[in-house]
């Protein structure tokens, strides 16, 4: 089936150490977003991707840091400069173009201890 | 600043009632709305649209209508059933936003509860 796949489901870490979030989609989609929710907070825009080989950053960039080498893949590493990293991370792609929506993975819970 | 506004973070209906959940937004290059229902630890899942040349769009049980000179939009489920209490989100995005690549934006979100 075509989806959106992320790991770990949850993940612990360290205060001060980084970390990496996979996301893979198969929907041929060529562009990909990363988001974080909090409690009582709605979905905010961290990095996205329209295209292989590029990036740009969204409204909650700091501390973190992208990749996009391959179509299928948008892993999201989350650094220890990131000072509430404790958050809920969603991973969302899309085919190109202006509207449409977009298709979520189903989240990587990401605990600092 | 948030652009896309969920001012009711709760609401709660009888079961075969009508649900009415808000959203207004401020940035008026905004041209395309939706909203996603979500469960707790799970990624949102897509729900309906509406584009800013339309002014209603229905399928099923829900529709959406959008009032673009008062910046609001609304979902009404009918009948609203216990299956559909979940988190609601209002999200938006246009193609005159720039530096966006077209993502959306999101409202905090409403939670609904459906009772028996």
């Known amino acids: 089936d075509g989806g959106i796949t992320q790991s770990p489901k949850y993940l612990f870490r360290k205060e001060g150490q980084n970390v990496t979030l996979s996301c893979e989609q198969n929907?041929?989609?060529?562009?990909m977003y990363w988001y974080r929710q909090d409690p009582g907070q709605g979905l905010r825009l961290i990095y996205y991707?329209?295209?292989?080989?590029?990036?740009q950053k969204g409204d909650i960039a700091e501390g973190y840091s992208v990749s996009r080498e391959k179509k299928e893949s948008f892993p999201l590493t989350v650094t220890s400069a990131q000072k509430n990293p404790t958050a809920f991370y969603l991973c969302?792609?899309?085919?190109?173009?202006?509207?449409?929506?977009?298709?979520f993975g189903e989240g990587s819970r990401l605990t600092v201890l | 600043d948030q652009q896309v506004k969920q001012n009711s973070p709760s609401l709660s209906v009888q079961e075969g009632r009508i649900s009415i959940l808000n959203c207004d937004y401020t940035?008026?290059?905004?041209?395309?709305f939706l909203w996603y229902k979500k469960y707790p630890a799970e990624g949102p899942t897509f729900l309906i649209s509406?584009?800013?040349?339309?002014d209603k769009n229905e399928d099923g049980r829900f529709t959406v209508f959008l009032n673009k000179s008062a910046k609001h939009l609304s979902l009404h489920i009918v009948p609203s059933q216990p299956g559909d209490s979940a988190v609601y989100f209002c999200a938006a995005s246009g193609v005159g936003v720039l530096n966006s690549g077209y993502a959306l934006n999101f409202g905090k979100g409403t939670s609904l509860l459906v009772t028996p």
């Open positions: 929907l041929n989609h060529d562009a």
């Open positions: 969302a792609s899309r085919n190109q173009g202006a509207g449409g929506e977009l298709f």
């Open positions: 509406i584009s800013s040349i339309k």
């Open positions: 940035n008026s290059m905004f041209d395309y």
């Open positions: 991707s329209q295209i292989v080989n590029d990036f």
